[in-house]
């Protein structure tokens, strides 16, 4: 079954950070494109970030630039978000989501989701 | 306020149709395809349809897309009380060098 699962969401103080992981099975990781979304409570829906399946691309919104990291282990099929200087409105749910296939920005797979909360 | 704008909510009766719209500029719709959202209350989001007007396996053909210029529109016929959802468009943005969402539409089944 072709399958995302995160991690390592939880309650942390502003200026603090996290580091979430997506654990991907059932398809071939390395051949993938993989994307970060966000959804604060009660919000809609905010793509943070993405890597190419060969780590050469990288992209980051706007108001998450300097601040996150995306990653990936191919060897280990996870996927990372690295956030530093955590503010309240980072407060999300943050879904993995897998890029359809080359040429086609759709997220066809996504996981369950992990919250994030900043608060003090 | 999100660069890609639908309305934020819609209603229909049982096997009605209804549209949803997005709108949005050069840099994204008018350049890329468009994709659509479904998500579900308390669930991850689904992808509906993707380049503009394809649908996934088992994504039921109620559901279409279609884009012009820099708007792209979903179509649900004979709606069902289990289309209640969010539904939301995405794609990249050329200038912003990112995928851009809608900010959503709620759906209601009356």
């Known amino acids: 079954e072709v399958q995302l699962v995160e991690s390592g969401g939880g309650l942390v103080q502003p200026g603090g950070s996290l580091r979430l992981s997506c654990a991907a099975s059932?398809?071939?990781?390395?051949?993938?494109?993989m994307n970060w979304v966000r959804q604060a409570p009660g919000k809609g829906l905010e793509w943070v970030s993405c890597?190419?399946?060969?780590?050469?691309?990288?992209y980051y919104a706007e108001s998450v630039k300097g601040r996150f990291t995306i990653s990936r282990d191919n060897a280990k099929n996870s996927l990372h978000l690295q956030m530093n200087s955590l503010r309240a409105e980072d407060t999300a749910v943050y879904y993995c989501?897998?890029?359809?296939?080359?040429?086609?920005?759709?997220?066809?797979?996504w996981g369950q989701g992990t919250m994030v909360t900043v608060s003090s | 306020q999100s660069v890609l704008t639908q309305p934020p909510s819609t209603s229909g009766t049982p096997g009605q149709r209804v549209t949803i719209s997005c709108s949005g500029s050069?840099?994204?719709?008018?350049?890329?395809?468009v994709n659509w959202y479904q998500q579900l209350p308390g669930t991850a989001p689904k992808l509906l349809i993707y380049?503009?007007?394809q649908r996934p396996s088992g994504v039921p053909d109620r559901f279409s897309g279609s884009k012009s210029g820099t708007s792209a529109s979903l179509a649900i016929s004979g709606l069902q009380s289990e289309d209640e959802a969010d539904y939301y468009c995405a794609l990249w943005d050329d200038s912003l060098n990112g995928v851009v969402f809608g900010g959503g539409t709620k759906l209601t089944v009356l």
């Open positions: 050069s840099s994204n719709i008018g350049s890329n395809t």
């Open positions: 380049s503009n007007n």
């Open positions: 890597i190419s399946s060969g780590t050469s691309i990288i």
């Open positions: 059932g398809f071939t990781f390395s051949s993938y494109s």
């Open positions: 989501a897998r890029k359809k296939q080359v040429g086609i920005d759709a997220f066809d797979i």
